[in-house]
């Protein structure tokens, strides 16, 4: 029989922890909403001693959320326990729980604490019993365990379950420990404290050297039934472990792992992006089940490999998560497979093209500017001459100047071929929307902005803006990129380039 692994999700505390500015109640707010959807068994809301705004979201959250767990984080302090009691007291499910927590490593103990082991071992107890006043459901953290001493973790554990702690947490607090260690520890703990059936053991690991996962993985074939972590693997400096990994490794490895989570798969991936923007840490392309790579096939066996067999090169469907099938990256590395497959998207069969051309032509080009799109592809097909076409469109003047914080005029000189056109607006709408309706306006090709995106990176000291933008042009998406010293500079050249490719591919159809 299958046992549950309980999913605790600490992303309002410990990631929050290491945002650059913490979330405000009503964000944590809606994040809790979306963990609670996802079904989360137990959502830690924040630690509500560490400021007044978290003590708002912890009670906002606890008076909101039904079907998880709403949890408060405490030292093994009274003013903690009271006040994480309190921030929970209205709760909609009126349980709640309790996490105390006290380092037990001798470092964190003699150096953090300032104290030896037995009044360690006195303030958790006394904790505990505080706590009880409040709530059945006690949550205990042993930090630093993965170097605590094993005869001191096991001393603590015995007595903090003897006074009614029904969770038990070994955190890997400094992300130290590999697999094999962690897995010992957990096993240790099971063979020599004699209550520990009274309680649940949980594992909370952070990603210092890369093992978050991995040991979070071992310590459930040990023993373990609860898994701390965050969403996106978001907390304390290289973060905790990601909730996501750990839900599909179990999902996927169903083979070896004997265990479910009552997670619904399909909610990871809006989650995850959710989050990410609402805390504003993007994710690594390559972030294993939610990166934007994730789920894209490269290189010219793999995707040639994925048309045979997705099951090839894709141990997980992008469905499972929720999110959509990703076309093929159209790079260097594409072989002829890929660009028959795209061509084939578009309506093209193999004897309305040259294969063998297109693909040597397709190579120089992508060689050149990198990824290119569909509608590149179709132009390159059958455009002839399609390296020496110039540019249709080119912006020679923009001029953005603001009234009264309110209006914006907005005046372009585009070349059209041959003329310039120019064209003005006035306008109190957005002005990234305002700024494609007037291309739109005096290219005469009409187009909608569907998505946009801009990030600030710092290019040695200069900080430098890149803009992607996604333009709908008659149902078919055209992408353009661009980045420069300006955002409106990058932005403008990427309508610019979308233009052009529109202008390349109307070409084509007619
Ligand atoms: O990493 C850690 O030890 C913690 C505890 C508070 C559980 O975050
Ligand atoms: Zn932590």
């Not at 309980?6 to 707010?29: A, P």
Request: with cysteine; hydrophobic share 35%.
């Amino acid at each position: 029989m299958k046992e549950k692994i309980i999913i605790f999700d600490t992303t309002l505390r410990d990631g929050d922890q290491s945002l650059q500015h913490s979330l405000k109640s009503n964000d944590k707010l809606k994040i809790a909403k979306l963990l609670e959807k996802m079904g989360v068994d137990i959502i830690e809301a924040g630690f509500p001693i560490s400021s007044p705004e978290d003590f708002k979201s912890v009670n906002l959250i606890s008076k909101n959320i039904k079907n998880s767990t709403i949890c408060s984080l405490a030292r093994c302090k009274n003013e903690d326990i009271d006040i994480a009691a309190k921030a929970m007291s209205n709760s909609f499910s009126r349980s709640f729980r309790i996490h105390l927590f006290i380092g037990t490593s001798n470092l964190h103990i003699k150096y953090k604490l300032r104290k030896n082991f037995e009044e360690i071992l006195e303030m958790a107890i006394n904790s505990v019993k505080r706590a009880k006043k409040y709530t059945n459901d006690i949550e205990f953290s042993c930090e630093d365990a993965g170097r605590t001493n094993i005869d001191n973790l096991c001393i603590i554990i015995e007595n903090v379950i003897k006074h009614g702690v029904t969770t038990i947490n070994i955190p890997d607090t400094v992300g130290y420990n590999i697999p094999t260690e962690f897995s010992k520890i957990i096993k240790l703990i099971i063979n020599k404290v004699p209550n520990i059936d009274k309680s649940i053991i949980s594992i909370h690991c952070h990603n210092d050297l890369g093992m978050a996962a991995g040991n979070s993985i071992t310590a459930i074939q040990s023993g373990a039934r609860q898994i701390e972590g965050t969403i996106n693997g978001i907390g304390e400096r290289s973060g905790n472990t990601a909730l996501e990994e750990i839900i599909m490794a179990i999902k996927t490895r169903k083979d070896i792992l004997n265990f479910y989570t009552d997670i619904n798969h399909k909610k990871i991936y809006k989650t995850s992006k959710i989050i990410s923007k609402i805390c504003n840490v993007n994710i690594s392309p390559n972030k294993s089940i939610i990166g934007s790579n994730a789920f894209s096939h490269s290189s010219g066996i793999h995707q040639d490999g994925i048309l045979k067999n997705r099951k090839n090169y894709e141990i997980i469907s992008p469905e499972t998560i929720g999110a959509k099938n990703k076309e093929f990256n159209l790079t260097s590395r594409s072989g002829r497979a890929a660009i028959k497959y795209h061509m084939n998207k578009m309506g093209y069969s193999e004897d309305k093209y040259n294969l063998n051309k297109l693909y040597k032509n397709f190579i120089k080009l992508t060689d050149k500017y990198g990824r290119i799109f569909s509608y590149d592809l179709e132009a390159l097909a059958f455009l002839k001459n399609f390296k020496k076409e110039s540019n249709y469109f080119k912006l020679k003047h923009l001029k953005i100047s603001i009234k009264n914080n309110v209006e914006n005029n907005i005046l372009i000189k585009l070349v059209c071929g041959e003329n310039t056109k120019i064209c003005s607006i006035k306008t109190k709408s957005n002005i990234i929307y305002a700024i494609c309706k007037i291309f739109s306006k005096t290219s005469n090709i009409k187009i909608k902005l569907k998505k946009f995106k801009s990030i600030f990176e710092k290019d040695k000291n200069n900080l430098i803006n890149k803009v992607s933008i996604i333009i709908l042009y008659k149902k078919n998406k055209f992408y353009g990129e661009k980045i420069t010293s300006n955002f409106i500079e990058s932005y403008t050249k990427s309508i610019v380039n979308v233009l052009n490719s529109i202008w390349k591919y109307n070409k084509i159809i007619r």
